[in-house]
Nanobody
Framework: VQLQASGGGSVQAGGSLRLSCVGS????????MGWFRQAPGKEREFVAS????????DYTDSVKGRFTISRDSAKNTVYLQMNSLKPEDTAVYLC???????????????????WGQGTLVTVSS
């Protein structure tokens, strides 16, 4: 399975962006999918995840109320709507798939099998 992320760009603080991640080469219908981000000089960190049906989601505290993850399983696509962006949201955002939701929402990189190449989000103050 290959993942292709897109939608990154440069915005001012308070702005919005919508990231997309399309999977090809296999079905991701039964997989949990997620978004991570990595800022320069920092470790990759969990941002959000969604279960196979889209009925359950999980977010890191710093993005709750601002970011929304969703998916269209028929299109093998996961989205990340990012509102009220802050300079500290600046990072390369990577999508991941192949996770398992049980016994809990996957939040670590080792819980995902497939990774996209990332898309850069830059938020200026």
């Amino acid at each position: 399975v290959q993942l292709q992320a897109s939608g990154g760009g440069s915005v001012q603080a308070g702005g919005s962006l919508r990231l997309s991640c399309v999977g090809s080469g296999g079905s991701l219908r039964m997989d949990a999918m997620g978004w991570f981000r990595q800022a320069p000089g920092k470790e990759r960190e969990f941002v959000a995840s969604i279960n196979w049906s889209g009925g359950s989601t999980d977010y890191t505290d710093s993005v709750k109320g601002r970011f929304t993850i969703s998916r269209d399983s028929a299109k093998n696509t996961v989205y990340l709507q990012m509102n009220s962006l802050k300079p500290e949201d600046t990072a390369v955002y990577l999508c991941a798939a192949g996770g398992r939701w049980l016994p809990r929402a996957p939040r670590t990189t080792r819980e995902y099998v497939y990774w996209g190449q990332g898309t850069l989000v830059t938020v200026s103050s």
